[in-house]
């Protein structure tokens, strides 16, 4: 009895201690092609169960980070983790990852139950048990039925199921998605958002998901990080990639934003004050601490963080409304700002009232009404 209750504790500790050790870990991970460096010195931890989205424009790195954790590239520098076991030179068969492309992948001449099956037939797992995972991953992905089918009779969005089904019924330690919904119309990426962070969640599964699209990963992740020119520039939670970037790329790339020429006019403590024109707003003042007072500024502030007032108010800016967008549930303004903005301002505004309170040519103020504004020296250079 002792020796049984022993090894419970052991095992109870030994998963302890596999919560605790990061899913996948990357420390300092270069890759070069040709000599020139798609990927900077990559440090990254992604901790069990987490949905980690890689966010950036194309040629940023991201797709080259996902298949170095797959195995389907060779780091130069650096080495990598997959629950604390080094795998920087292990084959990609034998890291135990799942992972969905943008093209699916799926062998044409094969039944759906035969794709999802190929990676356990790979692995020597006994036929009933194959027949049995199957089916459960089949009615996972909501598919119960369809295993006879061929990929051609399936819908796109029915293919990615069963992509994702074969990436699932392995049991993966990590699961990595490459742009699964590029090929999916609007409303079909939406819904199978919705059902890809279901899954997630239900089994606890590592996930490392590869988007441009900032919508998707502002909606489905636990964390961002936000990559350029083959580096990471911020990892944070969504919330705070969007209210709190960490410099200029990031705060340009992620959501519709508003860049206003100011300058540093105090600083206090942790907040700083720019200013626009006439008009004065607190900032973080981390990221100005090396410019001094009266130093040019980039000020970004979000379109739905203006109000609209009187053209004249006091501590407001002067603009002419150039053009109304009807978005359905509210309003796009553009509005032409002298000496501030080098194009229109985007205000976005609830309901549809600014259809007839601000019709183009009208003469309106604008005012800042948050405190999500943050400020950045201007880039240099191209």
């Not at 705060?251 to 934003?257: I, K, L, Y």
Request: charge should be neutral; include cysteine.
């Amino acid at each position: 009895m002792l020796m049984h209750t022993d090894r419970m504790g052991a095992t109870a500790a030994s998963e302890a201690g596999r919560q605790d050790r990061p899913a996948v870990q990357l420390d300092g991970v270069t890759k070069r092609f040709s000599g020139s460096v798609a990927l900077h010195e990559a440090w990254l931890k992604i901790q069990q169960s987490e949905f980690m989205t890689l966010l950036g424009p194309s040629g940023c790195g991201k797709t080259t980070l996902l298949n170095l954790v797959a195995g389907f590239l060779e780091a130069d520098s650096g080495e990598i983790f997959i629950e604390g076991t080094l795998v920087t030179e292990t084959p990609a068969h034998q890291r135990e990852i799942g992972i969905v492309f943008q093209s699916y992948a799926l062998f044409p001449h094969m039944s759906v139950a035969n794709n999802i099956a190929y990676g356990l037939k790979t692995r020597g797992i006994d036929r009933k048990e194959i027949a049995r995972r199957v089916d459960e991953a089949l009615s996972l992905v909501k598919l119960d039925g369809f295993g006879e089918r061929k990929p051609r009779q399936l819908s796109g969005g029915q293919q990615q199921r069963v992509a994702l089904a074969r990436a699932l019924v392995i049991k993966p330690k990590v699961l990595l998605l490459d742009e699964p919904f590029s090929a999916l119309d609007k409303n079909l990426r939406g819904s199978m958002q919705v059902e890809l962070k279901q899954i997630q969640r239900e089994l606890g599964v590592t996930t490392i998901f590869v988007t441009h699209d900032q919508g998707e990963a502002l909606s489905m992740s636990d964390r961002i990080a936000v990559m350029s020119a083959g580096r990471i520039r911020q990892v944070a939670a969504p919330r705070d990639v969007y209210r709190r970037p960490a410099d200029h790329f990031v705060a340009s790339f992620v959501g519709d934003v508003n860049v206003l020429a100011g300058c540093l006019a105090a600083r206090h403590g942790e907040v700083a004050t720019v200013s626009i024109g006439g008009m004065h707003i607190e900032v973080p003042a981390a990221p100005l601490a090396k410019l001094a007072i009266g130093d040019v500024v980039d000020v970004f502030v979000r379109p739905e963080h203006f109000a609209v007032t009187s053209a004249r108010a006091p501590g407001s800016l002067p603009g002419t409304v150039t053009a109304q967008i009807f978005q359905g549930d509210h309003i796009d303004l553009y509005i032409e700002i002298a000496d501030v903005a080098r194009k229109a301002v985007l205000l976005r505004t609830a309901g549809s009232a600014a259809l007839s309170s601000c019709p183009v040519g009208a003469e309106v103020g604008l005012i800042v009404e948050s405190h999500d504004v943050v400020a950045f020296a201007p880039e240099t250079g191209g």
